[in-house]
Each structure stands twice: as structure tokens, then as C-alpha cells.
């Protein structure tokens, strides 16, 4: 997955464009910049990828998912409906925009049940913002027409899924807006940088003026620009705009490698029929930065992914023991331990995580395994990785 494997000359090309201008801020010194707008270019091509009519690019995919809460007006006391396997930063968005995360059950796709997110929508209830976890999709049309039927708003959390797709529609271009990560071990990266895409010219507005202290962005002297709004500043640097644009470009290498590593890897599990795997609603648009699967029991995968580390097969996670990506292991999200005291505690129908239940989540992550797929593997390298994976599995006896 991580784009941080192919970094090459193009990446270094784009870096020494900005350095040669000395230009390093996105806005304005058009003089001096000599027609080089790194940030503007990444926001076309990743508008082009994506065919959304919008394009805001930002400083991290935390940053991105705040500016997409506070520009679809989700503030304090505002319930948002979040899974329990997702990364640490969605649910972080969420308490720093004041309002109220509701966890609700995910399914064998890797993220949210339709129902159960269902099940959870109170009258206090704003928005739903799904997760495409590891590359592939949640079942977003259910979620969206949910979503529609009960006025809510939609917001895709994306950063793991940037090139995936639902039906031919591009991940993060469903709800009012979605939102794009190209940190460090991102399958495009530009250091620390994120994006949100939207159709909505308001909503757009909105969010790249939030993400600039409120700056409308008009005229030629930012010392004279109006400031609609507060804000804050999200803003990317052009050196980091420029490393993403080279990696962006890149994109379709990156797409068809991970997909022919991942096929080869699954085809040769397909044996075991004890084994299966995570429910894609469309293969077609699976990104393959992770083949994940399902044992049995969680005893099963807990002792394979063991064997699988013993053996050299490296990057298989067991989220369920492991700090990163699952609730379960977050003491510090259900006992709401902050710097400061989070807007979250002010309010009654604030949930007491340290007692939620997630019996169906439990039981999914439980059974899961997830190999990532990298693009530096060699042909030799893929063989040797599915032998003793093979090996490894068998030696089981599921
Ligand atoms: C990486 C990630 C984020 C946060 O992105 P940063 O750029 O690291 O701030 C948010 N959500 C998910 C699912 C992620 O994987």
C-alpha cells in the first residue's frame, strides 16, 4: 500500500520546482511563483480521480475530516454515527468539533452495518460518517439512501480508500463530502497532508475558507480578504502538495500492482476452506492495500497470526490485540482522557463508552486477519510469501 516505496526522481522533480521559486505558501506571491501552484494542481487531479467538482487539499486526513464536520455544520451536541474499526483520527474529528460520537456494529464488509447504524439515529443525530477501512468499501449506497431517507449528512472517511470505487463512483463522492489522507504510510503520500472533494460549491466554500482562518480567498491582497467565518489553519505546505502530486500521478501503477499481489495471494488461499474473506459489495473497485480474512474462531486467528509472524510472513495485523485500529485496546478514547475537557462531557446523552457493548464488531475482528499489500514485493519474493504462507496454513489443521 504505502506510496512511500516508490518515491523517485518525479517526486524529487516537483520538490525542486518549489524550492527554485523559494515559494512555499499556497496562496498569492504569483509573481514570484512563476506559474508553479503545486496545491492547485494536486486539487485538479485529485478532482479528475475522483469526478468530484470540488477539491480542497490539507494539512493531514484529521484535518480533513474536521474541516468536512464544521463545514456540513456539525457542532457541539451533534450525535455522528461512527464505526468501532477505524482509525483513532475519525473519532478524535468528531469530539474536537464538539460533538457526540454513537458507535454502531459493523458487518463482514469491515465497516458499518446499514442496520445497525439504523438501529443508533436518535433525534440528536446530524451526520453518519462511515469508514472505507483497508482499502476496500463499506456498502455505501445502503448508507447513503439511509442517510437521504433521514436527512442526514453523509460524510466518507476515505483516507484509507483514495482510487477505490462503488459501481464505477469513485469512494468519498457519496455523501456531502468526502475525505482523503496522504500521510506518511498512506497508499499516496506526500509526508502529512489530506484532502476533502465535495459537488457542493457551498459546501466547498465553506471548507477551504474554514481551513485558511475564514479567508474568502478573493482579490490579490490577502491582507484585503474578507473573513466570513472563524476558522483555523489546515493548510498544506507546497513542498508537501508537491511530493503528492508526483505520487498522485502514480496512482494506476499503484492500483494494478496491489491488485495483481492481492489476487495472487488470495487465489492461492482459496484452498482452505476453512478460511474467508472480508465481503467487498465490489471487487472491481477494491484498492488492495490489504487482503483481509476471516478463521474461524478468534483462537484460530490469533494462533495464525503468531505463526504467520514466526514464519517471516510479515504486515499481517490482528487489529483485535493490536493498539492501532480497533475500540477495544482505546482506554484512553473510552474513558475520554484529554489534554482539556472535551465539549463531549457537557452533554447528558454524551454515551459512557467504558460500558458499550460491540458484541457483533467483537466478534468480526476478532476472526480477522489483514496482510498488507505492498508494491516492492518482488516476483520471487511473492512466490516465497504465498509457499510459506501455504505452509503456515496448512500446519494448522482449521
Ligand atoms: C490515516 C487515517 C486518518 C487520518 O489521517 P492523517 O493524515 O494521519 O491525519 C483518518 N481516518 C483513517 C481511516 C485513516 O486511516
Known amino acids: 500500500m504505502p506510496g512511500f516505496e516508490i518515491f523517485g526522481d518525479e517526486e524529487r522533480k516537483e520538490v525542486q520546482d518549489v524550492l527554485d521559486t523559494g515559494v512555499l505558501f499556497r496562496y498569492g506571491f504569483d509573481q514570484a511563483r512563476k506559474g508553479r501552484w503545486k496545491a492547485k494542481a494536486f486539487e485538479a487531479d485529485l478532482s479528475k480521480l475522483t469526478g468530484a467538482q470540488y477539491c480542497h487539499l490539507c494539512s493531514s486526513g484529521t484535518a480533513a475530516l474536521s474541516i468536512a464536520l464544521a463545514a456540513c455544520g456539525v457542532g457541539a451536541g451533534d450525535e455522528v454515527i461512527v464505526p468501532p474499526f477505524t482509525f483513532v483520527a475519525t473519532i478524535e474529528a468528531v469530539l474536537g468539533a464538539g460533538a457526540v460520537p454513537v458507535f454502531a456494529e459493523i458487518d463482514e464488509t469491515l465497516c458499518l452495518n446499514p442496520d445497525a447504524v439504523n438501529a443508533v439515529i436518535t433525534p440528536r443525530t446530524k451526520a453518519v460518517l462511515p469508514v472505507h477501512m483497508c482499502g476496500s468499501m463499506a456498502s455505501i449506497d445502503e448508507i447513503k439512501a439511509l442517510c437521504e431517507q433521514k436527512q442526514l449528512v453523509l460524510i466518507e472517511d476515505a ?6 470505487s462503488l459501481n464505477g463512483k469513485a469512494l468519498g463522492t457519496f455523501g456531502q463530502m468526502g475525505c482523503f489522507s ?53 493548510r498544506i505546505s507546497e513542498l508537501n502538495a508537491a511530493v503528492g502530486l508526483a505520487q498522485l500521478r502514480k496512482i494506476d501503477y499503484i492500483l494494478k500492482k496491489q491488485r495483481a499481489h492481492k489476487k495472487a495471494i488470495k487465489d492461492a488461499m482459496l484452498q482452505f476452506s476453512e478460511i474467508s474473506f472480508r465481503r467487498i459489495p465490489d471487487e472491481k473497485g477494491d484498492t488492495a492495500t490489504f487482503l483481509s480474512f476471516f478463521l474461524p474462531e478468534e483462537e484460530h486467528a490469533r494462533k495464525l497470526a503468531g505463526e504467520l509472524a514466526g514464519a517471516g510472513v510479515d504486515s499481517c495485523f490482528y487489529w483485535y490485540d493490536n493498539n492501532w485500529h480497533y475500540i477495544r485496546q482505546w482506554d484512553h478514547l473510552k474513558r475520554l482522557s484529554s489534554a482539556a475537557k472535551l465539549p463531549a462531557r457537557l452533554f447528558e446523552h454524551c454515551p459512557n463508552y467504558e460500558n458499550m457493548e460491540l458484541l457483533q464488531s467483537d466478534k468480526i475482528i476478532g476472526r480477522t486477519i489483514s496482510m498488507l499489500i505492498k508494491l516492492s514485493w518482488t516476483k520471487e519474493g511473492l512466490s516465497q510469501r504465498i509457499e510459506k504462507l501455504v505452509e503456515v496454513i496448512s500446519k494448522m489443521n482449521l
Open 182 to 234: 496522504f500521510d506518511p504510510v498512506k497508499t499516496i503520500t506526500c509526508g502529512e497532508g489530506g484532502a476533502v472533494v465535495t459537488d457542493d460549491k457551498e459546501l466547498y466554500t465553506i471548507a477551504e475558507g474554514y481551513a485558511d482562518h475564514g479567508h474568502d480567498h478573493t482579490g490579490s491582497d490577502r491582507g484585503l480578504e474578507g473573513h466570513p467565518i472563524l476558522g483555523t489553519n489546515f
Open 159 to 164: 483516507c484509507q480508500a483514495i482510487g477505490g
